[in-house]
């Protein structure tokens, strides 16, 4: 029998330590637990672990006399998953440390035992003092890499801690209705038959929202592609491309699909979906396949069009920007551990390559939507602002949204903001 607290260690010192991400980690480890409970119990240790590792990894330098960072970094990891299960999800103290020192000995470092029992014990002794020092720096009581705390405070002011707030909570599961194949009203009777919580989004069309993650291959229409799962947030995109019937679409850096897919079941156009990664074109036709609709799925760099352009215009260009996705934290708490603020200069660069290539693609007339998940103004409103500087053929769109607030260029939605996720929108059209 897996023990899979030892299994959780090592998968988390591989996300936190080796730079692999969550998914894989998830991928790589939950199959060797048989038990449907055990593989939840995994995900849950996992993703607080990763959400959480930057709020407890630095205490540990308090509690033990030497590191074990680099010599024992599973062993380290498990003791971050201790406080974990004490702190984040509440275990009753006996059970959690009783586990986690039993999960020493599954790891076959049973001279540790006794280590992993003390550290966890003092930490339950000095408790108040030593959440009083970490709540002390928005990094460490919010868990966030001090540069990224650093650049919302300047970028947000006023918002930043309710942004790094809303990171650490639980996002509810957002669903988009497939109007090709069925209704809205229609599905979320079926999910309440079958004992879900679902409804219909307040504003979004096509939305529907459950409280809580599950298994959406077990709920009614997944295998008839009924529905895909999208963050709100992600669903406004097809509104601002208000595309129709008839018309040449490019969605560019377009796996997995998501959005691509909803301009499809929006109207019937000819749609091409650009992605530089051959092995994410899979994803994109896996989704198109499930859902029922018909791209062309193209392999090229959106900063390179002579390499996969035919020469004629589109109606609608779709930029969802490569960018260091930190307006989705809170789906994808492993991102702040893997990005660096180094990451940002090259990332702007990339956008501004991207958008500079892909605007003579755009017919008179036509409409370009720029897209990022992130709230960082250096890749967003930023670099569509100083483009524009150039362009006198491109005029930014004035628009509002029910959430989120103006930029100087565009709307930003910031985490938590209607419950979505963080994401930057601006919509230009060519004279």
């Known amino acids: ?78 003791l971050v998953l201790g406080l974990v299960q004490l702190e984040i999800l509440e275990m009753p103290a006996y059970a959690a440390v009783a586990a986690t020192v039993q999960a020493t000995r599954a790891l076959q470092r049973p001279r540790m035992a006794g280590l992993v029992n003390a550290v966890l014990r003092r930490w339950q002794r000095e408790r108040e003092t030593l959440l009083a020092e970490l709540d002390a720096k928005p990094q460490t009581r919010h868990a966030h890499p001090v540069w990224l705390a650093r650049m919302l405070a300047r970028d947000w002011p006023e918002q930043a801690d309710a942004v790094m707030a809303a990171d650490n909570v639980e996002p509810p599961l957002m669903l988009r209705v497939n109007h090709r194949r069925t209704e809205r009203d229609s599905l979320i009777e079926r999910l309440r038959l079958d004992g879900y919580t679902a409804d219909a989004h307040a504003w979004l069309d096509d939305g529907i929202v459950l409280p809580h993650s599950t ?63 051959a092995k994410r074109t899979q994803r994109i036709s ?21 390499g996969w352009w035919d020469g004629k215009p589109y109606d609608r260009i779709l930029i969802d920007a490569p960018c260091s996705a930190a307006g989705v934290l809170r789906r994808r708490p492993d991102v702040r551990l893997h990005r660096r603020e180094s990451d940002l200069a090259p990332l702007a660069a990339q956008q501004r390559r991207i958008l500079a290539a892909l605007w003579p693609l755009l017919a008179p007339g036509g409409r370009l939507v720029y897209i990022t998940c992130s709230m960082l103004r250096a890749e967003n409103d930023a670099v569509v602002g100083e483009w524009l500087k150039d362009r006198p053929d491109a005029r930014a769109v004035e628009f509002t ?29 060519k004279a």
């Open 215 to 277: 298994d959406v291959t077990r709920l009614p229409g997944f295998a008839a592609g009924e529905f895909a799962v999208q963050d709100g947030a992600a669903q406004i995109a097809a509104d601002l491309a208000d595309v129709r019937d008839g018309q040449r679409v490019l969605d560019a850096c377009a796996a997995p699909g998501g959005k691509a897919c909803h301009l499809l079941e929006r109207a019937s156009v000819a749609l091409t979906a650009l992605e530089f990664d």
């Open 286 to 306: 896996q989704n198109l396949e499930r859902l029922g609709l018909e791209a062309s799925i193209v392999v090229g760099d959106a900063g390179e069009p002579a």
């Open 1 to 78: 029998m897996t023990d899979t607290r030892a299994l959780a260690a090592q998968a988390l010192a591989d996300v936190a330590l080796r730079g692999t991400s969550l998914r894989e980690a998830m991928e790589r480890h939950a199959p060797k637990l048989a038990d449907g409970r055990d593989r939840a119990l995994l995900m849950a240790l996992l993703s607080d672990g990763a959400r959480w590792w930057l709020r407890f990894d630095p205490v540990l330098d308090r509690l033990l006399e030497k590191s074990l960072r680099q010599k024992e970094p599973v062993v380290h990891a498990l």
């Open 401 to 429: 949204l029910p959430v989120g607030q103006a930029a100087s260029v565009g709307w930003q939605v910031l985490p938590g903001d209607g419950d979505l996720d963080g994401m930057y929108y601006a919509v230009l059209e």
